[in-house]
T-cell receptor, first 109, second 115 residues
Framework: RKEVEQDPGPFNVPEGATVAFNCTYSNSASQSFFWYRQDCRKEPKLLMSVYSSGNEDGRFTAQLNRASQYISLLIRDSKLSDSATYLCVVNVYGQNFVFGPGTRLSVLP | GAVVSQHPSRVICKSGTSVKIECRSLDFQATTMFWYRQFPKQSLMLMATSNEGSKATYEQGVEKDKFLINHASLTLSTLTVTSAHPEDSSFYIC???????????FGSGTQLSVL
């Protein structure tokens, strides 16, 4: 089993749609969780950290369920500019960051 | 957020030559930097962890004699692809984490094309 798994994608959605990404991780000692987005041939950029209480940043909402070792990202009112690959990232303190394979999103006009 | 500068952004070279890629943390000190490789439509693959003042830690399957990493200062790590071959053509990205911080920041990547 891979350390971090994500929806295989791709997701093709119309503008304005709500889209949800799922991620699971296998290491129960994981302590930090993040969502990054990566545009084609560009570096990953931090979208948001994920906290146990859940957190929201504008149209983006992240949730963490430690018991189920599950992380989610919800994008509301999707825009064309949201088209990218979304990476789930997990870190155990003092160890490497582990990246999920990513889920590609295409928002269509 | 913290700034990580990576240079060059694109390299085209002949087979057999060596290519050096630089990764600098501009506004923080990074005792640890990470080097990744990404092939088209594939996920990031960690190649090695670069530790300031000591030897890099390579992931399984990554040849340390081919991918030379030097982390001579707290703000600079370099990756040298020695005797590059066409199969080494890829997108190479570095990242660093400010000391005490939990977030990872990336350089802008280097697209290497070996002819």
């Amino acid at each position: 089993r891979k350390e971090v798994e994500q929806d295989p994608g791709p997701f093709n959605v119309p503008e304005g749609a709500t889209v949800a990404f799922n991620c699971t991780y296998s290491n129960s000692a994981s302590q930090s969780f993040f969502w990054y987005r990566q545009d084609c041939r560009k570096e990953p950029k931090l979208l948001m950290s994920v906290y146990s209480s859940g957190n929201e940043d504008g149209r983006f909402t992240a949730q963490l369920n430690r018991a189920s070792q599950y992380i989610s990202l919800l994008i509301r009112d999707s825009k064309l500019s949201d088209s990218a690959t979304y990476l789930c990232v997990v870190n155990v303190y003092g160890q490497n960051f582990v990246f999920g394979p990513g889920t590609r999103l295409s928002v269509l006009p | 957020g913290a700034v990580v500068s990576q240079h060059p952004s694109r390299v085209i070279c002949k087979s057999g030559t060596s290519v050096k890629i630089e990764c600098r943390s501009l506004d923080f000190q990074a005792t640890t930097m990470f080097w990744y490789r990404q092939f088209p439509k594939q996920s990031l693959m960690l190649m090695a962890t670069s530790n300031e003042g000591s030897k890099a830690t390579y992931e399984q399957g990554v040849e340390k004699d081919k991918f030379l990493i030097n982390h001579a200062s707290l703000t600079l790590s370099t990756l040298t692809v020695t005797s590059a071959h066409p199969e080494d053509s890829s997108f190479y990205i570095c990242s660093a984490k400010p000391g005490g911080g939990e977030k990872l920041f990336f350089g802008s990547g280097t697209q290497l094309s070996v002819l």
